[in-house]
C-alpha cells in the first residue's frame, strides 16, 4: 500500500528521510514483486534529441523492453522543462532527464515533486563550442602541439575576448540547455576554473547573472547551432550532436569536452515520480534491466556496435540529425576545427566503468553546484546532501535488476559494483585537479576558488557575508 506524503510543513531534511524510508519498505517486498508480475506494461518514456538518448532507442530497437515484457512508445520532447513536467503530471511515465532535474525538484528548485532515478544513462558527452570569431581571438593565446592547439583548453583564453568585449560595451553571451543541467555547471566550472565569474542565482531569480563576468542563458539543444550563427550568442555548451552540428556548418569551434572538465562526470539519468516507483516495484526492476542492457551493447567489444546506433539515432524519431554528424562523437572520435579530429574513445560511456550505477556521489556533485551558485540559497550540513542524494538515487532497484540478468546469463557478476557504499573513492579528475569527496560536500564546496562559501547568500544582487 502507497505511503502517505508526509506533511509539507515538516523541514525538507525529515520529509526526504521519511519518503526515503517508504520507499525502503517497497523495495523490502520485492522478491515477493517479482513472481507477481509486472503491474504496468505500457509505458510512455520521454527523451530530448539527443545522442545520449541512446539507451532509450537501443532498449526499443534491440528488443530489450520486449524481452522483459514491456510495451514501450518513445516520444520526442520539446524542451527539458515540458519533459519533467509531464512525468510529474503522469502524462509520460518516465523520461532521459538532466542528472540535476530530479534533484532540484525533489527539493523544491523550481517544479516542486520527488523525482527517483535508479540508472544513470551514460558518462560524459558534452561539450563547450565558441563561435569562429571568438576562437580566432582566443587562438594568440593558446599553447600549440604539432601545430595544432593543446587539450584541455582552460577558459583563462577568453579573458582577453571578455575584455575586447567590455571595451566595446558589450556583453559575452553563453548558452546552456537548462538552470539545473549538467552543461550549465560543467560551463561555470571551466569558466571558474579560468578565473572567470559565471554568476550567481539569487531567491526568485532563475537568470543566475548576479556579478557575472559572463551573461549565461537557456536555449533548446537543437536550436544552438542557429542561435550562434544569428551570433545571438558567443558560445554554447550543449550535448551532441550539436556541437560537431557547428563543426559541419563551420560556425563555431568545440574548445573543450566535459571529460576534460571531469572525467568520467555524470550525464543523464532515467527519472519517474518517487510514486511510480513505489507502485510499480516490478516494472522499475524491468526497466532498469532493459537499460542496462542497452548499455552493454553500446559499449561492447570496444565500441563495435556504435555504428549501427548511429543509424538508429539518425532516424527522424530519434534524434533526426545527419549520421555523419552523430558519428563524429559516438564512434571514438571527437572534432575540433575542421580536419582536427582526435581521438576519444570515452566521449560517451554508457556502461563501462559501472557508468550505469547510481552512486550517491553524482548526486552530492550536482548538489554541491547548485549551492555554489546560489540555486541552494542557504547552507546545510553534509547530512542533508546525503539525505538528498539517497532519496533520489535508488542502487537498490539497479542491484535487483542487475542481478537477475547475471541470474538469465546476459551480465556477468564482474560488470557490476555490488559493494559500493555508494560514494566513489574522492577524485582529483577535474580541469583544476580540487579534489571531491561525495561525503564532506561543505568541505569540497568551501575549497573552490570563486563560488559561495559556508554561510554566505546571494541578496540584493551581492554576495553577503
Known amino acids: 500500500m502507497p505511503c502517505a506524503a508526509p506533511p509539507a510543513m515538516r523541514p525538507v531534511t525529515t520529509r526526504l528521510l521519511l519518503l526515503t524510508t517508504c520507499m525502503a519498505a517497497g523495495l523490502a517486498g520485492l522478491a515477493q514483486a517479482e513472481t507477481q508480475g509486472i503491474e504496468k506494461d505500457q509505458l510512455t518514456l520521454g527523451f ?3 545522442t545520449d538518448m541512446a539507451p532509450l532507442a537501443i532498449a526499443k530497437e534491440k528488443g530489450f523492453f520486449e524481452d522483459e515484457g514491456l510495451d514501450v512508445t518513445l516520444e520526442a520532447q520539446s524542451n527539458w522543462k515540458v519533459l519533467m513536467d509531464r512525468v510529474l503530471d503522469g502524462e509520460i511515465d518516465g523520461a532521459q532527464m538532466l542528472a540535476g532535474q530530479p534533484l532540484a525538484s525533489t527539493i523544491g528548485y523550481g517544479t516542486r515533486g520527488h523525482l527517483v532515478t535508479a540508472f544513470s544513462m551514460d558518462l560524459n558527452g558534452n561539450a563547450i563550442t565558441v563561435s569562429n570569431a571568438v576562437w580566432e581571438a582566443m587562438k594568440p593565446g593558446l599553447t600549440m602541439d604539432g601545430g595544432k592547439p593543446a587539450h584541455p583548453i582552460s577558459a583563462a583564453a577568453l579573458k582577453p575576448v571578455l575584455d575586447a568585449y567590455a571595451a566595446e560595451g558589450r556583453t559575452f553571451n553563453l548558452g546552456m540547455v537548462f538552470p539545473v543541467s549538467t552543461h550549465n555547471y560543467e560551463l561555470r566550472y571551466w569558466l571558474a576554473a579560468g578565473g572567470i565569474n559565471p554568476g550567481f542565482y539569487q531567491p526568485g531569480d532563475v537568470t543566475g547573472q548576479v556579478a557575472g563576468d559572463v551573461l549565461i542563458s537557456v536555449t533548446p539543444p537543437p536550436q544552438m547551432p542557429a542561435t550562434l550563427e544569428a551570433a545571438t550568442i558567443d558560445g554554447y555548451a550543449v550535448g551532441e550532436p550539436w556541437n560537431q552540428a557547428a563543426v559541419q556548418k563551420a560556425i563555431g569551434v568545440p574548445v573543450i569536452t566535459d571529460a576534460d572538465i571531469w572525467k568520467n562526470n555524470p550525464e ?3 527519472a519517474v515520480t518517487a510514486e511510480f516507483a513505489e507502485e510499480n516495484p516490478r516494472t522499475m526492476v524491468a526497466l532498469t534491466k532493459a537499460l542496462i542492457r542497452a548499455g552493454m551493447w553500446l559499449d561492447a567489444d570496444a565500441n563495435a ?3 549501427e546506433a548511429v543509424e538508429i539515432l539518425s532516424r527522424n524519431e530519434y534524434v ?4 555523419e554528424v552523430i558519428a563524429n562523437s559516438m564512434t571514438g572520435t571527437f572534432e575540433y576545427e575542421p580536419g582536427d579530429k582526435r581521438d576519444a574513445p570515452d566521449f560517451n560511456v554508457f556502461f563501462r566503468g559501472n557508468a550505469t550505477f547510481p552512486y550517491y556521489s553524482d548526486a552530492v556533485w550536482t548538489l554541491t553546484q547548485m549551492r555554489r551558485w546560489g540555486q541552494i540559497a ?14 533520489v538515487y535508488k542502487p537498490a532497484i539497479y542491484e535487483a535488476a542487475a542481478r537477475e540478468l547475471i541470474a538469465e546469463g546476459k551480465a556477468a557478476a564482474g560488470d557490476f559494483d555490488f559493494d559500493a557504499d555508494g560514494y566513489k573513492a574522492p577524485t582529483a579528475d577535474f580541469i583544476d585537479h580540487v579534489i571531491f569527496d561525495g561525503t564532506r560536500p561543505n568541505a569540497y564546496i568551501d575549497s573552490l576558488s570563486i563560488g559561495l562559501k559556508g554561510n554566505q547568500t546571494v541578496a540584493d544582487g551581492a554576495v553577503v557575508n
Open 48 to 50: 530530448i534529441k539527443l
Open 305 to 307: 556496435n556504435r555504428a
Open 320 to 323: 533526426g540529425a545527419d549520421a
Open 268 to 270: 543523464k539519468v532515467f
Open 378 to 391: 542557504e547552507a546545510h550540513p553534509d547530512s542533508w546532501y546525503d539525505a538528498v542524494a539517497k532519496s
